[in-house]
Every structure is written in C-alpha cells, then in structure tokens.
C-alpha cells in the first residue's frame, strides 16, 4: 500500500490526480478545445493579421487574451473539483491517510496550474501556427505571465468547490468565468465607466498583467494589477482554508 507523505508535494497523489483530471472528458473539452476554438473564432480575420498592435499584432492580442481564459477555466476547473471529490467521498478517504491537509491543498494547486499551463500552451500553439506575430522576448513574457498569475483562480476554484457541493459544479462556474471574463475586458475592449468597474473584478489584474509585453503601461496601472490579484487572492485563499476547516470538522 503506497503511504501518503505528511506534508509537501506527494508527487504520487499529483500523477493520481492528473490521471484522474484528464479521464473527465468535459474538463479537457472546456480547457484544451474550447479557448482555441474562441481565439480561432475572435482572433483569425484576415485584417487582424496584417494589424500591429505594440509588439506584435492584433491576432496575437486575441490569442492571449483567449489564453487568459483558458487559463481561468482551466484553473478553476482544476481547484473546484473538490466538489466532486466530496460528493464521492473521495476527500473523506484522503482524511483516513496520514496525508497532511496542506499536501492536499498544494496538490489540487498543483494539478490546477498544470492543466493551466496545457491550456496555455494549446492556443499559444495555434496562434504561433495561424498568422499571429511577437517579438520574442513577448512570446515569452505573455505566456508566463497569461499562466502564472491564474493562480488566483485555482484559489477561486476550490473556494467554490468547497462553497458548492455539486457534482456538477463546472457548470454552475462555466457562465460566471464567462461573465468574469466580459467584466475584465477579455472578449472586448473596455471603456467608460465599464472600464472604471472592470478594475475590481479579479481577472482585470490577470489579464492586464499578460499584456504587458505589447505595451508600456504606467506604474500606476501595474501596481494596480497587482493589488487586484493580490486582494483576490487573499479573499479565496481565506475562504478556501475556512471551507476546508468546517468541511473536514464535521
């Protein structure tokens, strides 16, 4: 019988989870087919191609703010299927091991910026094979920085995993990631007192950051991005720990 480490990153649980996050086929549709499929949707007219857009052009703004999102799905996918697991019982089996509950938080976090970073690489993929263009040092930087900052939502998944005992908890979130989405600016640009507004939902933040490559923000609006994830991120985290407590006390 494997034995579960005490704390830190149980790499077997990680591969069981992996293993586990791709069999449902409605998690690798959402966050490996479907952004690509928006970008291709979005981002591929002919006139966006020929269109700079700082350093690089407008198909590749589309791709990233397409990666954001499939960031953000895939992210929340993979924190909120805590909710699954309690309905099947799964996290009550892992209570019975001598698995510490922060190896089990670090794992799911792990799992879900994985499959983060497959969605990621899937649209940069094809947007690097269908006509969009950066400077290298942007490929790069947008990428790392459509991935990383994601974390936020991998918080956000299992605060709402824990907050939604539903198996079917993905479709509940699906709409309010659209939503989110809209709110921050990703499907379209923002302006007026809509854009004033975007700066308190939590993907304003991320999806500033990804696009600091094609351009030379202030410091002002930086240092904002950051706040917001950082805020956002302290929110989730919080709730999440406050969640699992009450869940794992009864």
């Known amino acids: 019988m494997t034995t579960l480490a005490p704390a830190g990153l149980n790499t077997e649980l990680l591969t069981l989870e992996l293993r586990r996050m791709l069999r449902n086929r409605r998690t690798v549709v959402f966050t490996l087919l479907l952004p690509p499929v928006f970008f291709a949707i979005f981002g591929l007219q002919s006139a966006y191609r020929s269109q700079d857009y700082g350093a690089?052009?407008?198909?590749?703004?589309?791709?990233v703010s397409m990666a954001v999102y499939g960031a953000m799905i895939a992210t929340t996918s993979g924190?909120?299927?805590?909710?699954?697991?309690?309905?099947?019982?799964?996290?009550?089996?892992?209570?019975?091991?001598?698995?510490?509950?922060?190896?089990?938080?670090?794992v799911k976090v792990a799992v879900a910026m994985t499959l983060g970073l497959a969605s990621v690489a899937t649209v940069f993929l094809v947007g690097a094979?269908?006509?969009?263009?950066?400077?290298?040092?942007?490929?790069?930087?947008?990428?790392?920085?459509?991935?990383?900052?994601s974390a936020v939502f991998a918080?956000?998944?299992?605060?709402?995993?824990?907050?939604?005992?539903?198996?079917?908890?993905?479709?509940?979130?699906?709409?309010?990631?659209?939503?989110?989405?809209?709110?921050?600016?990703?499907?379209?640009?923002?302006?007026?007192?809509?854009?004033?507004?975007?700066?308190?939902?939590?993907?304003?933040?991320?999806?500033?950051?990804?696009?600091?490559?094609?351009?030379?923000?202030?410091?002002?609006?930086?240092l904002g991005a950051l706040a917001n994830i950082a805020i956002w991120a302290a929110v989730f985290v919080a709730g999440a720990a406050l969640l699992y407590r009450r869940d794992t006390a009864r």
Request: hydrophobic share 55%; glycine share 12%; with cysteine.
């Open 155 to 222: 918080a956000f998944g299992l605060f709402m995993g824990y907050l939604l005992p539903s198996e079917n908890v993905m479709q509940l979130l699906g709409p309010l990631l659209a939503l989110l989405a809209f709110a921050g600016g990703l499907f379209m640009p923002l302006s007026g007192w809509f854009a004033t507004v975007s700066h308190l939902v939590p993907t304003y933040g991320v999806a500033t950051l990804a696009r600091l490559p094609f351009e030379h923000p202030s410091t002002g609006s930086v």
């Open 56 to 63: 690089g052009n407008v198909t590749a703004y589309v791709m």
């Open 79 to 106: 924190g909120a299927m805590v909710a699954i697991e309690r309905a099947q019982g799964w996290s009550r089996q892992l209570r019975l091991t001598p698995l510490h509950p922060a190896a089990y938080v670090v």
């Open 129 to 149: 094979l269908t006509g969009a263009q950066l400077t290298a040092g942007a490929w790069l930087g947008c990428f790392l920085l459509a991935w990383l900052p």
